[in-house]
C-alpha cells in the first residue's frame, strides 16, 4: 500500500477533496529520509512543475471532517494496472490495428490501410478506456482510499510543574 498525508479541503457523500501536505512522501521516501539518497525524487520534480496545489478525490469510509489530516493509499498493484490499462493496452491495439489492416484490405495501400488500422486501433483504445474509467470510478482497488486519521496513534506529552 502507497500512503500519504493529506488534508481534506471539501467533503461529498462518500468521497473527500484532499490536498497532500507539503511535506508528504511516500512511505518509501519517508523510511529512507535519513540516508543521502532518500527516496526515488518524483516530489521534488513534481514541485518543480506544479505551480498551485493538487487536490485529489479519495474515497471516505471513515465519514471525516473538513480540515482533518487524513493518511490516504492507494494499492501499488493499482498503478501497474492503471498504467498498463493507460498505456499498453492502447498502444498495443494502434500496433495491431496496424498490422492486421494491410492483410485485410488488400485492395488498398498497404500503407494507407497500416495508417487507417492504427487510427482504428486507437479509437478502439479510447472507447475501452473511457468504459475502464466508469468501471474503476469507485472501485476501491483502483481509487485512493482514507485509511485513518494522521493523529490516531499519536499521543501528546505534556509538562507537569510541580
Known sequence: ?????????????????????????????????????AGCGADKIGQIFTLKQKRYRVIDPLHSRMGDEVIIG???????????????????????????APSVATHLNPDFAAISGAAIGFIIGVIWLLAFNQRVTNNPHYQPIILRNAHDHTFTLKHIQQ
Open 1 to 37: 500500500m502507497i500512503e500519504m498525508q493529506a488534508r481534506i479541503v471539501d467533503l461529498a457523500p462518500g468521497s473527500a477533496l484532499v490536498e497532500p501536505m507539503s511535506n508528504a512522501s511516500c512511505s518509501s521516501c519517508a523510511s529512507s529520509a535519513g540516508t543521502p539518497s
Open 74 to 100: 492507494i494499492e501499488e498493484g493499482a498503478v501497474l494496472r492503471g498504467s498498463i490499462a493507460v498505456y499498453m493496452l492502447p498502444l498495443l491495439l494502434v500496433f495491431i490495428g496496424a498490422l492486421v
